[in-house]
């Protein structure tokens, strides 16, 4: 029996113990990594910083290393050829796809061509379907009628691409997740 009390004891200790730090240990799981660069670009092109997070997070977990089977690399996994596009038109050097896998570049294009998506849904469940399925099919979609660009999260449920839908709802999880741990 008092053996019994003992473990019962020790339990309800370590459930105290998470539920008191449980915000902090939610913050293992979502962390800011690479802040300098996400809170500088993410300014600059007003856009939420926690968003951007958010985005990094479903994209490559932190991973400035990983590279996706379609090809796309870095943090933010750009596929070079939109990386060359953002760079040109917003005048930002870019030698190689390889720079894609630098912190700094990675996240200041991806911040910039999620701005660009931005400046032309002005929504972010249009903004991110469009960086996971591309803008072509988010036009498409629009112009079939099978997304409105007027109506923010039903659109979710309607995106065709099961990745995609998953995807949105993944980053729009956490990015509520991240405002609730730093807002």
């Given amino acids: 029996m008092k053996k019994a009390i003992i473990v019962i004891s020790s339990l309800l200790i370590i459930l105290m113990i998470f539920f008191l730090n449980y915000n902090n240990i939610r913050k293992l799981v979502y962390v800011r990594n ?3 660069y996400v809170e500088k670009y993410a300014k600059e092109e007003n856009i939420d910083p926690l968003l951007c997070y958010a985005i990094i997070k479903a994209e490559s977990n932190f991973n400035p290393n990983a590279v996706s089977k379609s090809g796309a690399k870095g943090l933010m996994q750009l596929m070079d050829e939109t990386a060359k596009d ?12 390889e720079s ?3 912190p700094e570049k ?4 991806g911040i910039k061509y999620y701005a660009q998506l931005k400046s032309i849904y002005n929504s972010d469940v249009l903004s991110l379907t469009a960086y996971n399925a591309g803008i ?7 112009d079939e009628g099978i997304i409105d660009d007027k109506k923010e999260e039903e659109n979710i449920d309607k995106i065709p691409f099961e990745e995609t839908k998953n995807y949105v ?9 991240y405002k609730e741990l730093y807002s």
């Fill in 34 to 36: 690479y802040s300098e």
């Fill in 86 to 97: 953002v760079a040109t038109n917003a005048i930002i050097e870019y030698t190689s796809n």
């Fill in 100 to 102: 894609l896998f630098e």
């Fill in 106 to 109: 990675n996240i200041q294009l």
């Fill in 136 to 142: 072509g099919n988010v036009k498409k979609w629009i």
């Fill in 169 to 177: 709802r993944k980053i729009l999880k956490d990015y509520n997740s």
